[in-house]
T-cell receptor, first 112, second 115 residues
Framework: RKEVEQDPGPFNVPEGATVAFNCTYS??????FFWYRQDCRKEPKLLMS???SGNEDGRFTAQLNRASQYISLLIRDSKLSDSATYLC?????????????FGTGTQLKVEL | DAMVIQNPRYQVTQFGKPVTLSCSQT?????MYWYQQKSSQAPKLLFH???????NEADTPDNFQSRRPNTSFCFLDIRSPGLGDAAMYLC??????????????FGPGTRLTVT
């Protein structure tokens, strides 16, 4: 089983739609979680951090369910500019320090 | 404002010819990371520095080395690039290592082509 699993998509949605992505992780000792956005051939950029049960920032809501070991990202009123790959990232404290493990990403395409 | 800078943005090298990628940061972060990302794959951590303390991932090939001469700069050396090393190489920084509140900031990446 992969440490971090995401549905690769692509998710093709019309502009204005609400879309949700799920991510599951295998290490129950993981402490914190992030969603990064990555545009084609660009670097990942931090979208949201999730430390407790959830976080909301404008049209974006992230939720964490530790018991079931999954994180979700909800995008409301999606825009064309939201088209990107969304990476689920899990932070686990190890003896050598923090270790970030990335999922392979979920691709979102928002269409007119 | 540039925070994590990588040079060059695109690098072409020949099979077996050593290449060095550079990363600099203006954030004064303690930790610097190098990731390799191949097409449609997740970024894969190669190694990281906590100040001058070097930490290698167990599965990072010996072909990959790194140097951090000071807080601001970190280099990735690929001693003998193979065709399988063609990828995007991402540098990232973070303020601390042992903490729950922990975010990494990425540079724009260097896309390496091996011919």
């Amino acid at each position: 089983r992969k440490e971090v699993e995401q549905d690769p998509g692509p998710f093709n949605v019309p502009e204005g739609a609400t879309v949700a992505f799920n991510c599951t992780y295998s290490n129950s000792a993981s402490q914190s979680f992030f969603w990064y956005r990555q545009d084609c051939r660009k670097e990942p950029k931090l979208l949201m951090s999730v430390y407790s049960s959830g976080n909301e920032d404008g049209r974006f809501t992230a939720q964490l369910n530790r018991a079931s070991q999954y994180i979700s990202l909800l995008i409301r009123d999606s825009k064309l500019s939201d088209s990107a790959t969304y990476l689920c990232v899990v932070n686990t404290l190890t003896g050598g320090g923090n270790k970030l493990t990335f999922g392979t990403g979920t691709q979102l395409k928002v269409e007119l | 404002d540039a925070m994590v800078i990588q040079n060059p943005r695109y690098q072409v090298t020949q099979f077996g010819k050593p290449v060095t990628l550079s990363c600099s940061q203006t954030l004064n972060h303690n930790v610097m990371y190098w990731y390799q990302q191949k097409s449609s794959q997740a970024p894969k951590l190669l190694f990281h520095y906590y100040d001058k303390d070097f930490n290698n991932e167990a599965d990072t090939p010996d072909n990959f080395q790194s140097r951090r001469p000071n807080t601001s700069f970190c280099f990735l050396d690929i001693r003998s690039p193979g065709l399988g090393d063609a990828a995007m190489y991402l540098c990232a920084t973070s303020r601390r290592r042992h903490t729950n509140s922990y975010e990494q900031y990425f540079g724009p990446g260097t896309r390496l082509t091996v011919t």
